[in-house]
Protein backbone atom coordinates (compact mmCIF):
# COMPACT_ATOMS: atom_id res chain seq x y z
CA UNK A 1 0.00 0.00 0.00
CA UNK A 2 1.16 3.59 -1.06
CA UNK A 3 2.09 5.50 2.08
CA UNK A 4 -0.43 8.08 3.01
CA UNK A 5 -0.68 11.46 4.52
CA UNK A 6 -3.03 14.38 5.71
CA UNK A 7 -1.91 17.29 3.36
CA UNK A 8 -2.76 20.78 4.84
CA UNK A 9 -2.70 23.71 2.78
CA UNK A 10 -0.70 26.47 5.12
CA UNK A 11 -2.07 29.69 3.05
CA UNK A 12 -5.53 28.59 3.59
CA UNK A 13 -5.38 26.22 6.88
CA UNK A 14 -7.86 23.62 4.68
CA UNK A 15 -7.00 20.28 4.16
CA UNK A 16 -6.30 18.65 1.02
CA UNK A 17 -8.52 15.82 -0.27
CA UNK A 18 -5.55 13.67 -1.62
CA UNK A 19 -3.66 11.49 0.84
CA UNK A 20 -0.74 10.12 -1.57
CA UNK A 21 1.97 11.89 -2.79
CA UNK A 22 1.57 10.97 -5.44
CA UNK A 23 -2.15 12.22 -6.06
CA UNK A 24 -1.71 15.54 -4.86
CA UNK A 25 2.15 15.78 -6.62
CA UNK A 26 0.36 15.02 -10.05
CA UNK A 27 -2.54 17.72 -9.56
CA UNK A 28 0.03 20.66 -8.56
CA UNK A 29 2.21 19.59 -11.62
CA UNK A 30 -1.04 19.96 -13.65
CA UNK A 31 -1.88 22.83 -12.39
CA UNK A 32 2.15 24.51 -12.75
CA UNK A 33 2.13 23.82 -16.29
CA UNK A 34 -0.64 25.86 -16.83
CA UNK A 35 1.42 28.97 -16.21
CA UNK A 36 2.37 30.82 -19.12
CA UNK A 37 5.39 28.88 -20.19
CA UNK A 38 6.27 28.18 -23.85
CA UNK A 39 5.72 24.96 -25.21
CA UNK A 40 9.76 24.24 -25.06
CA UNK A 41 9.24 25.51 -21.43
CA UNK A 42 6.50 23.00 -20.55
CA UNK A 43 7.71 20.22 -22.36
CA UNK A 44 11.17 20.63 -20.28
CA UNK A 45 9.27 20.46 -17.06
CA UNK A 46 7.09 17.55 -17.44
CA UNK A 47 10.36 15.62 -18.80
CA UNK A 48 12.12 17.07 -14.88
CA UNK A 49 8.67 16.04 -13.23
CA UNK A 50 8.50 12.53 -14.50
CA UNK A 51 11.97 12.11 -13.41
CA UNK A 52 11.69 13.24 -9.47
CA UNK A 53 12.58 11.69 -7.01
CA UNK A 54 10.25 11.43 -3.86
CA UNK A 55 12.27 13.62 -1.99
CA UNK A 56 11.93 16.21 -4.71
CA UNK A 57 8.43 15.81 -4.38
CA UNK A 58 7.90 16.48 -1.32
CA UNK A 59 10.31 19.24 -1.69
CA UNK A 60 8.38 20.40 -4.51
CA UNK A 61 4.59 20.14 -2.44
CA UNK A 62 6.10 21.54 0.50
CA UNK A 63 7.91 24.88 -0.95
CA UNK A 64 6.65 26.06 -4.11
CA UNK A 65 2.65 25.18 -3.20
CA UNK A 66 3.32 25.78 0.58
CA UNK A 67 1.35 22.32 1.91
CA UNK A 68 2.93 20.13 4.84
CA UNK A 69 2.76 16.37 4.57
CA UNK A 70 2.17 14.57 7.84
CA UNK A 71 2.77 11.02 7.66
CA UNK A 72 1.68 10.85 11.64
CA UNK A 73 -1.35 12.64 12.18
CA UNK A 74 -2.16 13.21 16.25
CA UNK A 75 -6.05 11.99 17.05
CA UNK A 76 -6.77 15.84 16.52
CA UNK A 77 -5.20 16.06 12.87
CA UNK A 78 -7.18 12.81 11.87
CA UNK A 79 -10.46 14.21 13.57
CA UNK A 80 -10.02 17.42 11.74
CA UNK A 81 -9.37 15.88 8.22
CA UNK A 82 -12.32 13.96 8.30
CA UNK A 83 -14.77 16.34 9.33
CA UNK A 84 -13.22 18.44 6.49
CA UNK A 85 -12.86 15.65 3.96
CA UNK A 86 -16.35 13.35 5.07
CA UNK A 87 -14.50 10.32 5.01
CA UNK A 88 -13.16 8.03 7.35
CA UNK A 89 -8.91 7.48 8.21
CA UNK A 90 -7.65 4.76 7.56
CA UNK A 91 -4.16 4.32 8.47
CA UNK A 92 -2.15 2.73 5.58
CA UNK A 93 -0.13 -0.61 6.58
CA UNK A 94 2.89 -1.09 4.74
CA UNK A 95 4.17 -4.64 5.02
CA UNK A 96 8.26 -3.96 6.03
CA UNK A 97 6.88 -1.11 8.22
CA UNK A 98 7.66 -1.97 11.87
CA UNK A 99 7.36 0.79 14.42
CA UNK A 100 10.11 0.17 17.29
CA UNK A 101 10.05 1.68 20.89
CA UNK A 102 13.56 2.30 22.06
CA UNK A 103 13.97 3.42 25.88
CA UNK A 104 17.42 5.11 27.18
CA UNK A 105 18.08 5.58 30.94
CA UNK A 106 20.77 7.38 32.83
CA UNK A 107 21.40 7.19 36.15
CA UNK A 108 23.20 9.69 38.64
CA UNK A 109 24.08 12.01 35.61
CA UNK A 110 25.60 9.10 33.82
CA UNK A 111 28.60 7.70 36.88
CA UNK A 112 25.66 5.60 37.86
CA UNK A 113 25.37 4.20 34.39
CA UNK A 114 23.05 3.90 31.60
CA UNK A 115 20.43 0.85 30.14
CA UNK A 116 19.14 1.39 26.64
CA UNK A 117 17.06 -0.82 24.69
CA UNK A 118 14.06 -1.99 22.73
CA UNK A 119 10.94 -2.62 24.37
CA UNK A 120 8.84 -3.82 21.77
CA UNK A 121 8.33 -3.97 17.71
CA UNK A 122 4.67 -3.07 16.29
CA UNK A 123 3.18 -3.73 12.87
CA UNK A 124 0.45 -0.63 13.95
CA UNK A 125 1.82 2.57 15.42
CA UNK A 126 -1.11 2.76 17.89
CA UNK A 127 -0.19 -0.01 19.57
CA UNK A 128 3.70 1.05 19.78
CA UNK A 129 2.56 4.82 20.72
CA UNK A 130 0.22 2.72 23.47
CA UNK A 131 2.99 0.75 24.83
CA UNK A 132 5.89 3.57 24.96
CA UNK A 133 3.22 5.47 27.20
CA UNK A 134 3.00 2.58 29.48
CA UNK A 135 6.36 2.01 29.82
CA UNK A 136 7.16 5.33 30.31
CA UNK A 137 4.52 5.24 33.42
CA UNK A 138 5.82 2.10 34.66
CA UNK A 139 8.91 4.09 34.68
CA UNK A 140 7.83 7.10 37.14
CA UNK A 141 5.66 4.58 39.02
CA UNK A 142 8.72 2.74 39.78
CA UNK A 143 11.23 5.04 40.45
CA UNK A 144 9.60 8.29 41.49
CA UNK A 145 5.98 7.93 42.93
CA UNK A 146 6.41 4.72 44.83
CA UNK A 147 9.14 6.53 46.73
CA UNK A 148 7.09 9.67 46.89
CA UNK A 149 9.58 11.83 44.89
CA UNK A 150 7.48 14.51 43.34
CA UNK A 151 10.93 16.04 41.60
CA UNK A 152 10.67 15.46 38.19
CA UNK A 153 9.46 16.75 34.97
CA UNK A 154 7.42 15.33 31.70
CA UNK A 155 8.19 16.34 28.69
CA UNK A 156 6.45 15.21 25.96
CA UNK A 157 6.24 15.77 22.16
CA UNK A 158 3.21 16.03 19.91
CA UNK A 159 3.64 14.05 16.64
CA UNK A 160 2.49 10.97 15.38
CA UNK A 161 5.11 8.89 16.75
CA UNK A 162 5.77 9.30 20.46
CA UNK A 163 8.48 10.31 21.87
CA UNK A 164 8.96 11.44 25.55
CA UNK A 165 11.25 12.36 28.28
CA UNK A 166 10.89 11.92 32.38
CA UNK A 167 13.71 14.53 33.68
CA UNK A 168 15.21 14.61 37.54
CA UNK A 169 18.27 16.21 39.71
CA UNK A 170 20.33 13.18 38.51
CA UNK A 171 18.51 10.84 36.30
CA UNK A 172 16.73 11.06 32.46
CA UNK A 173 14.72 8.39 30.82
CA UNK A 174 13.82 8.62 27.03
CA UNK A 175 11.56 6.69 25.05
CA UNK A 176 10.39 6.89 21.50
CA UNK A 177 8.89 5.11 18.67
CA UNK A 178 10.40 5.12 15.49
CA UNK A 179 9.67 3.82 11.96
CA UNK A 180 12.01 1.05 10.94
CA UNK A 181 12.10 -0.67 7.28
CA UNK A 182 12.55 -4.27 6.89
CA UNK A 183 13.17 -7.01 5.15
Known amino acids: MTKQYIIKDLQTGDFSHHNTLDGIFNDLVQ ?24 DQKIDFVQDEYEYK ?3 YPTPQQIA ?3 EFSGRKWEEAEEPNRVFVVYTLHIRDRGRGGHTWGIEGVFYDRHKANERA ?3 RDKHIEEWYTSQNNDSYEIYEFMKGLH ?11 EISVTEEYCE
Not at 32 to 43: C, P, S
Not at 163 to 173: A, G, H, K, P, Y
Open 69 to 71: LIP
Open 31 to 54: DFLTYDWTDEEADKFKKEFKEYTE
Open 80 to 82: EWE
Open 133 to 135: VAI
Open 163 to 173: TSSVESDNSSF
